[in-house]
């Protein structure tokens, strides 16, 4: 899923800075503790993942994470939370969602960018590498952002030994969305930490703890595709879909007169020829300002993700927040 966040400030977007590179060895660092904690990643023999949760919605709900990987094109994963149920497949060239909801919660997606976060290391580049402290142990602290993008930069921090401690994200300027990892353990050639968490401006909305991580035979069974699942094509060059067009969701004039603030959030299905639908509300603001989300985003353009040079079906996720200056 493609995150896409803007802020709306009576209908101006805010820009966010870019950054040069740190030295050599710090970069390197990073990628070296990315990848050990990479389970994906020149993994040969079949392994299980079980992981229990619990997510803040309107109040604290247990969930779980199974997963079966055979290779990184082929595994299945199952997860819950409370009432909800999304099982996944990867199946060479395809991925096949199966779910009992129209879209995924919002803090399922988040909990799978905590569990996931030694991926995507390529092309990370670093700058202003500093020492600090967290929970009185020293870190060494870099930002972060994806070479050639104008994402908006974060800080990721290791530990004295040189694994993941932390990384921040500033996606929202009064909002920070920081994963912390800890109790870190032997995998074959990996790393991984037993506890991860996120917190949002400083609230912890998501615990995890991983139960089982083991060698386990696969039952290629798991990949056949589930049951009415949704079918997305897969590949090793895949890139993203790109916003071309995209007028900002004007600030309602009785929210703006009232001092309201809040975060919509909209997942969409992106098709190949660059339109979207399927747009779901999956996190609310307030009616009027939701309104004025759904409304601009339907005018929104994309460049279509792509396999290759062929155009793919994508999915993405955009945060509108209303905020006053």
Known sequence: MNRLAIVVFFGVTLAFPIFGNADDSAQQQLMNAKQSSDLTLNEKEPFELDVDFTAQQKLPTQGHLSMK??????????????DFKEIEVRNGGWLYTSRNSDSTPVRVREFLQLIQFGQEAKDLVTDK??????????VSCLRVKKNHTKETPHVI????????????????????TRLEFADYFDFDDHRFPRTLQMLENGSRVIKAYVKTLAPSPFNDVLLTKPDGAIERRQCDNWKPPMAVKTPDPPYPPAAGRNGSIGDSIVSMTVLADGSATDFQLIGSASHAMDASTLDTLKKWKFKPATCGSEPVVSDVEVIVSFRLR
């Not at 082929?74 to 819950?80: D, F, G, M, Q, T």
Request: aromatic content about 16%.
């Open 129 to 138: 590498q500093q020492p600090s402290t967290e929970y009185g142990f020293p």
């Open 157 to 176: 921090c290791l530990n004295v030994s040189h694994e993941i401690s932390s990384d921040t994200w500033w996606d929202l300027p009064d909002s920070p």
């Open 69 to 82: 990987w055979k290779s990184k094109d082929e595994w299945w994963r199952s997860i819950e939370l409370g």
